[in-house]
């Protein structure tokens, strides 16, 4: 039979010559790994997010939600002043969290990066992992009894004769409350990306003239820029969303947006604007992670 | 040379806990020479460097810049600006901003600065590159913008540690002549460390040959290759031809491969004493017939040749095992038969051998 290898050789041609078909099995084949990561994004991110962006159309009456497509819970929730003060309080309140658990980090994790042997390091690693082992609501309440008006602090206040302090159910007690919930993160956030800054760095500062704490500024603070800023970022998303904190430390005043929320939720089934909150919250933390980490990484593209 | 030193090491020991770095060094460095200190890892030579920046403490003893002690005084308040091996730019700052650091420091104003920077840039002929990023640029860039940042303070002295390691061959040489002509042009102190004998040889005044710590040999280039004062110091060069063996007290040295007449320099070693005897590879010959009784002479096998250049080296190995090797152009080296196994004569004139320590 002649025609059978002459068949052959074109069909093998054919197939070689197929290109696109090739990319194609290529990318199918990348896809499979990429494939539960592409899932788990739906399934876990898309779908919930567009099925709050189409609850937030919804309206509600006689105390029951009902599909549809109203812009009146935006325009209501919007037009309210309680929402934009609590709006900015609460925006004010992460971000004076996440400065001052840096700056109050900073000294920790760069002792434990620079100061300590690598067996002291290891312990003080975990210790930081510590804190993550007890329910972060076990340790709010535990920080009522120090901060109480009764509570062991003031107690020692009057132990030596000085008067009561207010402490609990203040703005300062929910920034305890955030730094309860952040320190330890950031500590190790920092400490991660002290630790792979180059000694010789350090260095060739102090051999420049650069004395050993203006080299913290110069080159140590530089150096770890990123991790830095991605550690204030995490606190800035962790406290900005945090409930435990403002409610149970803070006392719910100021109100707080996931407070806000809660309350919302409660009074009339009002889902749909709390879903309001919810979104503008969202939108507010992407345009804050995506400036900071624009900032991190200025002037290092290539 | 100089009446006084710019650098004075007086009996510096540095240990790191168990582990002795540096042995009881004591070396004198003079103004505007240029200083390579040599040896293979793990010599001290890098530590030695160091501790004169003040990067490592002295354990024991004393440095002195200038005529004062310098023990105490921490790196920051030093003017010994070193060049690393990796370089240690700041990959946050750009190369002129790299350039000014030191000078920021030293609150120098922003526009001093700047100019100052600017004319380093220039001489070093990377203006072009002055706010690129510093993982823009090749690596004889980054070498000149380190040069630049370390000198543009104008320091009395320059450390370099291995600065030409991470480049190629080519690069290599271009930048020694680079450092040799910024040397000559300031007038300044190099004190350069590195492994590599071509760089020491072809760039320092004088190279300190350092092994375990203990500094082996300080000498100029030439007086180091003519005469290695120590045994280490003529394998490390590895252009002699070393013979050890007892010396009979009558101006011979018997060794496991023949009796040889010992130099006639007035040092007669004492009759059993332990000695080591070396004759560079330029000053051997090689031939088939006995040589006469000018010589002193070895009966050894080709094993080996290397070509160099101009001339090619023959490896040789005597009836006992050990290596010998003989460097000659290749004029004369056609007239004989070289060939792997062929049996030679290895001679030398015996007042052109010396002696070495053993230690």
């Given amino acids: 039979m002649p025609a059978d290898p002459y068949f052959k050789k074109t069909s093998t041609r054919k197939m070689l010559g197929e290109c696109p078909k090739m990319r194609k099995r290529i990318s199918l084949y990348s896809l499979t790994f990429s494939l539960p990561l592409f899932i788990w994004q739906v399934v876990f991110f898309v779908f919930p997010l567009a099925f709050l962006v189409a609850l937030s159309f919804w309206t509600v009456k006689n105390f029951r939600m009902q ?10 929730m919007y037009g309210r002043s309680i929402f934009w003060q609590s709006y900015g ?39 930081m992992v510590i804190p993550f082992f007890t329910s972060y609501l076990v340790r709010v309440y535990s920080w009522q009894i120090f901060l109480s008006d009764n509570g062991i602090i003031n ?8 008067e009561k302090i207010a402490m609990l159910n203040t703005v300062f007690a929910t920034m305890i409350g955030y730094l309860t919930l952040c320190f330890p993160l950031v500590v190790l956030l920092q400490l991660f990306s002290l630790m792979f800054i180059d000694r010789t760095l350090i260095e060739a500062a102090h051999n420049l003239r650069c004395g050993r704490l ?35 430390l803070g006392g719910g005043d100021p109100t707080t947006l996931s407070i806000l929320i809660t309350d919302t939720t409660k009074s009339g089934q009002q889902w749909p604007r709390a879903a309001v909150i919810a979104l503008t919250m969202i939108g507010t933390l992407l345009a804050v992670a995506f400036a900071a980490i624009r900032f991190a990484y200025k002037g290092r593209e290539q | 040379m100089q009446s006084e030193p710019l650098v004075t090491f007086n009996g510096v020991i540095k240990k790191f806990g168990a582990f002795v770095a540096v042995q009881k060094l004591d070396l004198e460095i003079h103004k505007g020479e240029f200083l390579a200190i040599m040896g293979s890892s793990g010599c001290g030579k890098t530590t030695t460097l160091r501790m004169l920046a003040g990067l490592d403490a002295p354990t024991e003893g004393e440095i002195r810049l200038s005529g004062k002690p310098i023990n105490d005084l921490p790196t920051w308040q030093r003017d010994t600006p070193m060049v690393w091996q990796s370089l240690a730019l700041f990959p946050f700052l750009n190369v002129i901003e790299n350039v000014e650091f030191a000078l920021k420091m030293r609150g120098v104003g922003a526009k001093e600065r700047r100019t100052r920077a600017e004319n380093w840039l220039e001489r070093m002929q990377i203006s072009e590159f002055a706010t690129r990023n510093i993982a823009q640029l090749s690596g004889g860039q980054r070498q000149r913008v380190a040069l630049a940042r370390s000198l543009v303070v104008e320091p009395e002295i320059l450390l370099l540690d291995e600065p030409l390691s991470a480049l190629d061959a080519h690069l290599k040489v271009r930048m020694q002549s680079v450092l040799q002509g910024l040397q000559r042009e300031l007038g300044i102190t190099f004190v350069y460390v590195t492994h590599s004998q071509s760089e020491a040889f072809s760039m320092a005044d004088r190279v300190v040959i350092m092994s375990k710590g203990i500094v082996e040999q300080v000498g100029t280039a030439q007086e180091i290759y003519r005469a290695p004062k120590t045994r280490f110091v003529a394998e490390f060069l590895g252009s002699s031809n070393i013979f050890s063996g007892k010396s009979d007290g009558n101006g011979m040295l018997a060794t496991p491969v023949g009796k040889f007449r010992l130099p006639q320099d007035g040092t007669s070693p004492q009759k059993g004493r332990s000695t080591t005897m070396v004759v560079l590879d330029t000053r051997s010959h090689l031939s088939v ?34 290596e010998l090797r003989v460097q000659k152009d290749h004029d004369t080296l056609a007239a004989l038969p070289i060939d792997v196994g062929q049996p030679l004569y290895v001679s030398w004139r015996p007042n052109e051998t010396h002696l070495v320590s053993d230690a």
Avoid at chain 1, 70 to 75: A, C, G, R, S, Y
Avoid at chain 1, 214 to 241: K, N, Q
Avoid at chain 2, 293 to 302: G, L, N, P
């Fill in chain 1, 67 to 76: 599909p549809d497509f109203d812009t009146i819970n935006w325009v209501t």
């Fill in chain 1, 89 to 127: 309080l609460t925006f004010a309140m992460a971000a004076a969290a996440s400065v001052i658990t840096s700056i109050l980090a900073f000294p920790c994790s760069f002792a434990i990066a620079f100061k300590l042997g690598p067996k002291a390091r290891q312990l003080a690693i975990f210790m």
């Fill in chain 1, 214 to 248: 203006r080299t913290v500024f110069e080159v140590v603070i530089p150096s770890a820029r990123v991790g830095l800023v991605i550690a204030a970022l995490f606190c800035f998303i962790l406290s900005f969303g945090d409930f435990v904190s403002p409610i149970y």
């Fill in chain 2, 289 to 322: 017939e006995e040589p006469g009784s000018e010589f002193d002479f070895v009966h050894a096998k080709i094993i080996g040749e290397e070509f160099t250049g101009a001339t090619a080296t023959i490896y040789l190995e005597a009836e006992d095992g050990s």
């Fill in chain 1, 155 to 162: 107690g020692f206040l009057a132990l030596v004769g000085l």
